[in-house]
């Protein structure tokens, strides 16, 4: 199989890719706009395919020591990118205030696993990383542990797809297979870095959160580091806040941290700060909503 052979049935994979996230957006008015440019090009056109990059994170907490996103050249479900508010949080993470010493981990909707790998170097427990169960995605996120993990942080880890709102009985499995895991266990800390945006979603991420994070544990919390990446849409992202302290989940909420980073798209619309701000929200669900939030004053920083 030639170059060309080999970048056409890419292409046709990525197309099929396409047409399932498009069948999970069907009738939502929101489609065209956040898809916008995947489905411009007519069916017969021929691209050399991206070719991946990779970026460097310089943790705060120990700057000698690099770690390296790979990153895939392009995905429809933007996996392809380095997000700020995944850099945002994997800098709050790494504050020598805060510890993940023996402490269970979920990411959801990881892309690069930045964060998840923050949590490994700092002596999580089990740290087990999810995106979309599409095999690029999960190779990456594979390859990224691999290249930034110890053979001992990375027998603490575990690589898997999941369809957020999915029965959550694989990813349970998959903790508790750790070493020094209760048979009961479920997940001290779940991670959610830049995927609120999806607003369709809400109720499934949700749901992951609320089947997998422990109602045992005080300090159980869920991260949510976020951007208003189409301003116009702003209170649609925060709509997910109203849901999780609605009736049906019950969680309380706090913004913790904001913090200018720039914008990721220089040529999107609507206004620069806001576009270029990443907001940190930690929410306790209902058990534990009595427990003291790590930090409850907002506060800024400018870099």
Known sequence: MDKTDRALRKQEKKAKLRAEVAAAWQNDEEHEECMQGLFSEPEDF???PAVPTQRTYTRPSDPSHP???HLLGSHPLWGHM?????????????????????????????????PSLIALKKGAKRVIITDYPDKDLIDNIQRNV??????????KSHVMGHLWGSAPGPVLDALRAGDGVAPDARFDIVIMADVIFNHPRHHELMRSAQ????VTDPGASVFVSFTHHRPHLSDKDLAFFALAESAEFGYTTAHVLSRYMGPMFE?????????????????????????TTTATTATTATH
Do not use: C
Request: glycine share 6%; charged share 20%; net charge negative.
């Open 267 to 291: 040529r999107d619309f609507g206004p620069e700060e806001v576009r270029s701000t990443v907001h940190l929200h930690i929410m306790h669900p209902p058990s534990t909503s009595t427990a």
């Open 67 to 69: 770690v390296v996103i």
């Open 82 to 114: 380095l997000w700020n508010a995944s850099i945002a949080l994997a800098d709050y993470m790494d504050s020598p205030d805060f510890s993940f010493q023996d402490k269970t981990v979920l990411e959801l909707g990881a892309g690069g696993a930045l």
């Open 46 to 48: 021929y691209k050399p």
């Open 211 to 214: 089947s997998t994070i422990s």
């Open 146 to 155: 691999d290249a930034n993990t110890t053979p001992e942080q990375r027998a």
